[in-house]
C-alpha cells in the first residue's frame, strides 16, 4: 500500500570544516524532494543534521585550543547559515552531541550485545582519523591515505567488534530483493560484490576517544563515532515529531556507501529493525575538472554563490548540470552560464514577453480548468506525470529537461505564431495563442517551485498581477 509519510534524510556532516558544494549538492537535492512531496499534500519530514564526534573533531578542537563541545557549538552556526542562504528547510536538524541522540545510540548497541552480535577481540590495525576509518595496507599509497594524504595512525587496543561476518547473508538477501534498496544499479552491483567477497567483524568501540557517546557496560571506551553517526537516522524518529522509523530514503554521497549499505542494515538486522526503504548515493563533483579540495583553494563556497547568483540558481545549476548518479564537474562559469541563459533568456524573457503581450494587447487571461502540463499527449502521457515519474527516481536532471522542453516550446511558438502581427490580422488567433501560453506559464509554475521556491513565489505573483518584473535580472561582473 502507498504510504504518503515520507521521511527522507542526507548525511550528518562533520562539523571541522565549512559546508561546500558538494555537501549543499546532497541537502540541495533533499530539500527538492521534500518539497515536491510536501506540495502533493504527502506528509514528508526531512533530516538533516551534523556530526559532532570523534578524533577528528576532537583533533581539530585541540588545534584550535579549545573544548570540543564549545568547538562544535561555534560551527553548527555556520551549516544552519548555509543552509538557509540555499532555501533549505528541513524539518529536523540533528546533533549527534544531542543527550538524548547520546542515550539512544548507548541503546542501541545495548541491543546488539543483547542480540548477541558484540564481542571484545584485541585488535591492531592502521587507522585514518581523516576517513575515521581503519585503512588496509593495500589501500595506502605511498605508505599514505590515498583520500587524506596523511598516514594512518597505528592503532593497537582491545574494543568491541560488531560481528558483521554473521549477517552476510541475511544482509545479501535484502539487497538483492531490494527490501533494502541500494540504488543506482552499479552501486548495487559493487556492494554485492564486496558482499560476496567476505565481511570481516569490525570494531564499534574506541579506547583512545574521549569525545564520544558512552559504551554500554565499558566505561574504558566509547561508541566509534560512524556506528554512532548511523544511528542519528533512526533516534532522530525519537526526538522529532513527525518522521516514522524506516526511512524511506537516505542520501548520500557514494563516498560513504559502505557504511550506508553494508554496516547500518546489518546493525538493523541484528536487533530486528526494519531497514531503510532506499539508499541513493549519489556521484561526486569536481571543480573545473579538478578534485575539491581544502589545499587547493577551490572548494566553492555556496553562501558566496547564492548572495551572487540568488539560492534558485545555485539549487538549479548543480541539480541540472549532470546526472544525479554520476560523477561530473561544476564551476561558477557553469552557474552563471545557466543563469543567464536556461534561467534568464529562457525563463524569465518568456514570463517577461508574456505579460508585456497580455498587458499590450489587452487580452482576458486567467486559470483554466485543466492546465496544459496535466493535458495528455499522443501517448496518453502528461508533462506533469513525465516530471513526477523523473523526481520519484531522482531524476532530477530530467525533471528538469522536461521542465525546460516547455519553456523552449513556448519561446518557440511565440517565434512562430507572431502575435505581434496576430494582434493586425486574426484577434481570435492571438486570444488563443497567447491564453495557452499564459496557462502553460501557471504549469511550469507548479513545476520549478520545489527546485526554485523564491523564483516560483515571484512567478506566481506576476502571473495574477500581470506584471511583469524581471526575474533573473542581470548580474554585472
Ligand atoms: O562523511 N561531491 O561527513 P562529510 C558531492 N559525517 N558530494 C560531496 C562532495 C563532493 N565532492 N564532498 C562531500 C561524513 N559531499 C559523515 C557522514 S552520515 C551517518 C555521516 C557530500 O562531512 C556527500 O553527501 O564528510 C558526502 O557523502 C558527504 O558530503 C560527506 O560529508
Not at 544499479?185 to 560476496?196: D, F, H, P, S, T
Not at 526494519?274 to 539508499?279: A, F, R, S, T, W
Not at 581544502?294 to 572548494?299: F, R
Request: glycine share 6%.
Amino acid at each position: 500500500m502507498a504510504s504518503n509519510n515520507k521521511y527522507i534524510t542526507t548525511p550528518i556532516y562533520y562539523v571541522n570544516d565549512v559546508p561546500h558544494i558538494g555537501h549543499a549538492y546532497t541537502t540541495i537535492a533533499a530539500d527538492v524532494l521534500n518539497r515536491f512531496y510536501k506540495q502533493k499534500g504527502d506528509n514528508s519530514f526531512f533530516l538533516t543534521g551534523t556530526d559532532e564526534h570523534g578524533a577528528k573533531i576532537a583533533e581539530a578542537a585541540e588545534e584550535k585550543g579549545e573544548t570540543p563541545k564549545k568547538f562544535v557549538d561555534s560551527l553548527v552556526p555556520q551549516f544552519k547559515k548555509a543552509w538557509e542562504a540555499l532555501d533549505i528547510e528541513y524539518d529536523g536538524f540533528i546533533r549527534t552531541t544531542d543527550k538524548k541522540h547520546e542515550e539512544i545510540v548507548t541503546e542501541f548497541i545495548k541491543k546488539l550485545q543483547d542480540a548477541g552480535y558484540v564481542e571484545k577481540r584485541k585488535y591492531e590495525g592502521l587507522y585514518c582519523v581523516g576517513c575515521e576509518k581503519f585503512i588496509s595496507e593495500d589501500e595506502l599509497e605511498d605508505g599514505k591515505c590515498p583520500h587524506h594524504g596523511k598516514e594512518p595512525v597505528k592503532h593497537s587496543e582491545e574494543n568491541h567488534f560488531f560481528l558483521l561476518s554473521k549477517l552476510q547473508d541475511k544482509l545479501k538477501q535484502a539487497i538483492e530483493s531490494d527490501e533494502f534498496k541500494v540504488a543506482p544499479e552499479a552501486r548495487k552491483n559493487e556492494v554485492l560484490g564486496k558482499i560476496n567477497q567476505g565481511l570481516e567483524d569490525v570494531s564499534i568501540s574506541r579506547q583512545a576517544v574521549e569525545w564520544g557517546a558512552k559504551f554500554p557496560g565499558d566505561d574504558t571506551q566509547t561508541v566509534y563515532v560512524w556506528v554512532d553517526a548511523l544511528i542519528n537516522y533512526y533516534s532522530a524518529t525519537k526526538i522529532f515529531e513527525g518522521p516514522k522509523w524506516p526511512a524511506d530514503l537516505h542520501l548520500i554521497g557514494k563516498d560513504i556507501l559502505w557504511f550506508h549499505a553494508i554496516i547500518w542494515p546489518a546493525m538493523l538486522i541484528a536487533i530486528h529493525e526494519k531497514l531503510p526503504k532506499e539508499v541513493f548515493a549519489h556521484g561526486f563533483f569536481t571543480i573545473g575538472g579538478k578534485k575539491m579540495s581544502k589545499s587547493l583553494g577551490n572548494a566553492i563556497d555556496p553562501i558566496a554563490l547564492s548572495e551572487k547568483y540568488g539560492a534558485d540558481a545555485v539549487r538549479y545549476a548543480i541539480l541540472r548540470e549532470f546526472p544525479f548518479g554520476e560523477d561530473g564537474d561544476i564551476s561558477e562559469e557553469k552557474i552563471a552560464e545557466r543563469y543567464k541563459t536556461d534561467l534568464g533568456n529562457e525563463l524569465g524573457n518568456l514570463v517577461q514577453r508574456t505579460l508585456t503581450m497580455v498587458n499590450k494587447y489587452e487580452l482576458e487571461v486567467g486559470p483554466t480548468e485543466t492546465l496544459s502540463i496535466d493535458t495528455p499527449d499522443v501517448d496518453g502521457v502528461t508533462i506533469r506525470e513525465a516530471y513526477d515519474k523523473a523526481l520519484t527516481n531522482l531524476d532530477f536532471s530530467g525533471a528538469l529537461e522536461v521542465v525546460f522542453r516547455i519553456t523552449r516550446d513556448l519561446n518557440a511558438e511565440i517565434e512562430r505564431k507572431k502575435p505581434w502581427e496576430l494582434e493586425k490580422t486574426d484577434k481570435n488567433e492571438l486570444a488563443v495563442v497567447m491564453g495557452f501560453i499564459y496557462q502553460s506559464l501557471l504549469g511550469v509554475n507548479e513545476l520549478i517551485l520545489p527546485f526554485m521556491p523564491e523564483t516560483a513565489e515571484k512567478m506566481k505573483k506576476q502571473l495574477k498581477t500581470l506584471k511583469p518584473e524581471p526575474l533573473f535580472p542581470r548580474i554585472e561582473e
